[in-house]
């Protein structure tokens, strides 16, 4: 790579990180905010809701991808070429094809990047995610108590606790179970605190009294100091995890295992999302050969290039938006799959034929005039 292209690929490089990390941190907020409820409800330390969102971040970022390439592109080549640095480029000699290989080759490794994602960073990050959101549903001790709220965490159990202090222990508890041999217990204690005792989860009750109900119609009433209610019947042995279509790798998309029957359901839908993933990382070509098309694809201008830039942007916009809807057709219709590489594929044809078309001269051709000879020979 020559000087010149260095540089050029030196001012792409620079925007490109920039807006990743804008892009990022804007699908960061949404995430996150989207998540608070895992603390919120689920009762979660902040620590978990972090990992939680840096496991959804190689999904997120796949997709924000092109689009940061594409908005980056556009800023710098606007800059150099308004600057005629890329004017200078085409005056001292350089092809057309060499003045665009950096910004061709930086989107290459974004789709190099984008297709390892795509295969085997994301479906990791979505399992190791699903695994963790399953713990947090299944988690009956961090779920037991919503302060301020009568809670049924489990089939048969009802907790409420007027409040809670910063040490996680309630005030004011108040358990109600129920037996399946009949009959009841309620509970009230003043303290309470949710801990482990021999690995199981326990309530540990301090302050209370005990009022059971046996299902002869027998009342118990019981003081306590501190009462140690388990937890364990409560929790649930027979969930398993459920890896949703996202979650899977290529060759579990592609090949599924048509004997289990959630995934012959759905093998249309693997099918489409195999596709998707294979063909999506094509766009970040496509959206840098439209910024380059925007750009350098027309005549110089020290006006700027407002117009042409919209026009390419709203194309840009109607590709994703097209690619997005055949990956929905392909989910009824297998044969449909071949238009989500054509989409991409189709906008970059169209980029790279506006960079590389040849123009007509419209100068005018000068034609020499014949002299007039006289009738003796002689000039007129």
């Given at each position: 790579?020559?000087?010149?292209?260095?540089?050029?690929?030196?001012?792409?490089?620079?925007?490109?990180?920039?807006?990743?990390?804008?892009?990022?941190?804007?699908?960061?907020?949404?995430?996150?905010?989207?998540?608070?409820?895992?603390?919120?409800?689920?009762?979660?330390?902040?620590?978990?809701?972090?990992?939680?969102?840096?496991?959804?971040?190689?999904?997120?970022?796949?997709?924000?991808?092109?689009?940061?390439?594409?908005?980056?592109?556009?800023?710098?080549?606007?800059?150099?070429?308004?600057?005629?640095?890329?004017?200078?480029?085409?005056?001292?000699?350089?092809?057309?094809?060499?003045?665009?290989?950096?910004?061709?080759?930086?989107?290459?490794?974004?789709?190099?990047?984008?297709?390892?994602?795509?295969?085997?960073?994301?479906?990791?990050?979505?399992?190791?995610?699903?695994?963790?959101?399953?713990?947090?549903?299944?988690?009956l001790a961090a779920s037991l108590v919503h302060v301020g709220q009568f809670n049924r965490p489990a089939p048969g159990l009802t907790v409420y606790a007027q409040d809670s202090d910063q040490s996680g222990a309630f005030h004011n508890l108040f358990v109600f179970?129920?037996?399946?041999?009949?009959?009841?217990?309620?509970?009230?204690?003043?303290?309470?605190?949710?801990?482990?005792?021999?690995?199981?989860?326990?309530?540990?009750?301090?302050?209370?009294?005990?009022?059971?109900?046996?299902?002869?119609?027998?009342?118990?009433?019981?003081?306590?100091?501190?009462?140690?209610?388990?937890?364990?019947?409560?929790?649930?042995?027979?969930?398993?995890?459920?890896?949703?279509?996202?979650?899977?790798?290529?060759?579990?998309?592609?090949?599924?295992?048509?004997?289990?029957?959630?995934?012959?359901?759905?093998?249309?839908?693997?099918?489409?999302?195999?596709?998707?993933?294979?063909?999506?990382?094509?766009?970040?070509?496509?959206?840098?050969?439209?910024?380059?098309?925007?750009?350098?694809?027309?005549?110089?201008s020290r006006l700027g290039y407002g117009r042409r830039i919209l026009m390419v942007c709203a194309f840009a916009a109607l590709l994703r938006i097209l690619g997005i809807g055949a990956q929905a057709a392909c989910a009824g219709q297998p044969w449909l799959n071949v238009l989500q590489y054509a989409i991409p594929i189709a906008g970059m044809w169209w980029a790279f034929a506006e960079l590389f078309r040849q123009r007509a001269?419209?100068?005018?051709?000068?034609?020499?005039?014949?002299?007039?000879?006289?009738?003796?020979?002689?000039?007129?």
């Amino acid at each position: 790579m020559h000087l010149i292209e260095r540089y050029l690929l030196r001012q792409l490089l620079g925007p490109t990180l920039l807006a990743i990390l804008a892009l990022g941190a804007l699908a960061l907020l949404s995430q996150s905010l989207g998540a608070l409820d895992i603390i919120v409800n689920q009762g979660q330390s902040a620590l978990v809701l972090i990992k939680v969102i840096s496991l959804a971040m190689p999904q997120l970022m796949s997709l924000v991808l092109p689009i940061a390439i594409f908005i980056a592109a556009l800023i710098a080549l606007n800059r150099l070429h308004t600057e005629q640095e890329i004017v200078v480029c085409f005056a001292s000699g350089m092809s057309r094809w060499r003045v665009i290989s950096p910004a061709i080759r930086l989107a290459a490794v974004a789709t190099l990047m984008a297709l390892a994602t795509n295969l085997w960073i994301a479906p990791w990050a979505d399992r190791a995610m699903r695994r963790e959101l399953f713990q947090i549903r299944t988690d009956l001790a961090a779920s037991l108590v919503h302060v301020g709220q009568f809670n049924r965490p489990a089939p048969g159990l009802t907790v409420y606790a007027q409040d809670s202090d910063q040490s996680g222990a309630f005030h004011n508890l108040f358990v109600f179970q129920e037996k399946p041999e009949g009959g009841d217990t309620t509970y009230i204690a003043a303290r309470g605190k949710i801990a482990k005792r021999n690995g199981a989860p326990v309530l540990i009750m301090r302050d209370g009294s005990s009022q059971a109900f046996t299902a002869t119609g027998v009342l118990n009433y019981l003081k306590f100091g501190e009462y140690i209610f388990d937890l364990t019947p409560y929790m649930s042995d027979d969930e398993i995890i459920q890896y949703k279509i996202a979650d899977r790798y290529l060759h579990e998309l592609l090949f599924p295992d048509l004997t289990q029957t959630w995934e012959r359901q759905n093998r249309k839908k693997m099918l489409a999302e195999a596709h998707a993933r294979l063909s999506a990382p094509l766009y970040n070509i496509t959206f840098m050969a439209l910024a380059l098309a925007a750009v350098i694809g027309g005549a110089f201008s020290r006006l700027g290039y407002g117009r042409r830039i919209l026009m390419v942007c709203a194309f840009a916009a109607l590709l994703r938006i097209l690619g997005i809807g055949a990956q929905a057709a392909c989910a009824g219709q297998p044969w449909l799959n071949v238009l989500q590489y054509a989409i991409p594929i189709a906008g970059m044809w169209w980029a790279f034929a506006e960079l590389f078309r040849q123009r007509a001269s419209r100068l005018p051709i000068l034609r020499r005039a014949k002299p007039r000879v006289a009738v003796d020979g002689a000039a007129a």
